[in-house]
């Protein structure tokens, strides 16, 4: 079955549509860019999917089970992880505190926030090999709320890591990351990918961020998805053109 197979999704909050008849098919382990202008319902879709918001219409369906009418809680427990447009980190724990805590919960052990002293429990290891894979190894010990806009994503990655989800959703990774970072956070997203075989969408505003990361592109404008293709077909299309060029924010 497909990864997520949305159909014929609505979303209505007070008497305003914010998702109109959205379809969309994502096949097992692909990369999957959304682009649109600001406003277009990209997070929404993503609160749609992960369950922070309820659908009015139409159903989700997660590698074949329908988690329509799930909790954000029993969506997570299926296998669905996200990122918010807003940090969730711990910013006045270490960066390898963070992924430690998501170790610890995935492992099933209860929150520890002590400091520990031997730092070679399971928890831990396993932490530092996600805090390796993106990059952030010489930075374990800096307080999360203290480094840079693009370290906090790579470790937002690294957390989500450690509870290895079989679906991702990155809500804007990219934003406010210093365009020297852009890079190196790409990096991180495609070993991230590469690494796990998650199925992921992320959305991102620059479409030529998503050339040559993203197999496929789904295009938001006004609460649809206007047209699903391969970046280079996305680029080429003059619908996508006329409706995104000169809108986006
Ligand atoms: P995007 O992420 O593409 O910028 P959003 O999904 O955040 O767009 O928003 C889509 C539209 O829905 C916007 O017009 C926004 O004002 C509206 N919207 C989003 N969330 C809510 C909400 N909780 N209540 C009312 N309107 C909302
Ligand atoms: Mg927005
Ligand atoms: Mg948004």
């Given at each position: 079955?497909?990864?997520?197979?949305?159909?014929?999704?609505?979303?209505?909050?007070?008497?305003?549509?914010?998702?109109?008849?959205?379809?969309?098919?994502?096949?097992?382990?692909?990369?999957?860019?959304?682009?649109?202008?600001?406003?277009?319902?990209?997070?929404?879709?993503?609160?749609?999917?992960?369950?922070?918001?309820?659908?009015?219409a139409g159903?989700?369906?997660?590698?074949?089970?329908?988690?329509?009418?799930?909790?954000?809680?029993?969506?997570?427990?299926?296998?669905?992880?996200?990122?918010?447009?807003?940090?969730?980190?711990?910013?006045?724990?270490?960066?390898?505190?963070?992924?430690?805590?998501?170790?610890?919960?995935?492992?099933?052990?209860?929150?520890?926030?002590?400091?520990?002293?031997?730092?070679?429990?399971?928890?831990?290891?396993?932490?530092?090999?996600?805090?390796?894979?993106?990059?952030?190894?010489?930075?374990?010990?800096?307080?999360?709320?203290?480094?840079?806009?693009?370290?906090?994503?790579?470790?937002?990655?690294?957390?989500?890591l450690a509870?290895?989800?079989?679906?991702?959703?990155?809500?804007?990774?990219?934003?406010?990351?210093?365009?020297?970072?852009?890079?190196?956070?790409?990096?991180?997203?495609?070993?991230?990918?590469?690494?796990?075989?998650?199925?992921?969408?992320?959305?991102?505003?620059?479409?030529?961020?998503?050339?040559?990361?993203?197999?496929?592109?789904?295009?938001?404008?006004?609460?649809?998805?206007?047209?699903?293709?391969?970046?280079?077909?996305?680029?080429?299309?003059?619908?996508?053109?006329?409706?995104?060029?000169?809108?986006?924010?």
């Open positions: 079955p497909p990864a997520l197979q949305i159909s014929g999704l609505g979303l209505q909050i007070g008497g305003a549509t914010i998702l109109k008849d959205v379809d969309l098919d994502v096949a097992p382990g692909a990369l999957i860019g959304v682009i649109g202008p600001n406003g277009a319902g990209k997070t929404t879709l993503f609160n749609a999917i992960s369950g922070v918001l309820r659908p009015t159903s989700i369906f997660m590698d074949g089970d329908d988690i329509t009418r799930m909790s954000v809680a029993q969506r997570a427990r299926a296998g669905l992880g996200r990122t918010f447009q807003t940090s969730s980190l711990f910013p006045r724990l270490t960066v390898l505190e963070n992924v430690r805590i998501a170790a610890q919960a995935a492992m099933g052990g209860s929150y520890s926030l002590l400091r520990f002293p031997h730092r070679s429990d399971a928890a831990t290891v396993l932490a530092r090999e996600k805090l390796h894979a993106v990059g952030m190894t010489h930075k374990e010990s800096a307080l999360a709320g203290d480094i840079s806009h693009g370290d906090k994503r790579k470790l937002e990655i690294a957390v989500l509870i290895s989800p079989r679906t991702v959703l990155l809500d804007e990774p990219m934003a406010g990351v210093a365009s020297g970072d852009v890079a190196g956070l790409v990096e991180s997203i495609r070993e991230f990918h590469r690494a796990t075989g998650c199925t992921l969408l992320m959305v991102e505003h620059h479409i030529d961020v998503l050339m040559g990361l993203v197999d496929k592109v789904a295009v938001m404008y006004f609460g649809s998805i206007i047209a699903f293709d391969t970046p280079q077909q996305i680029m080429a299309n003059p619908l996508v053109q006329s409706a995104y060029l000169g809108s986006a924010a």
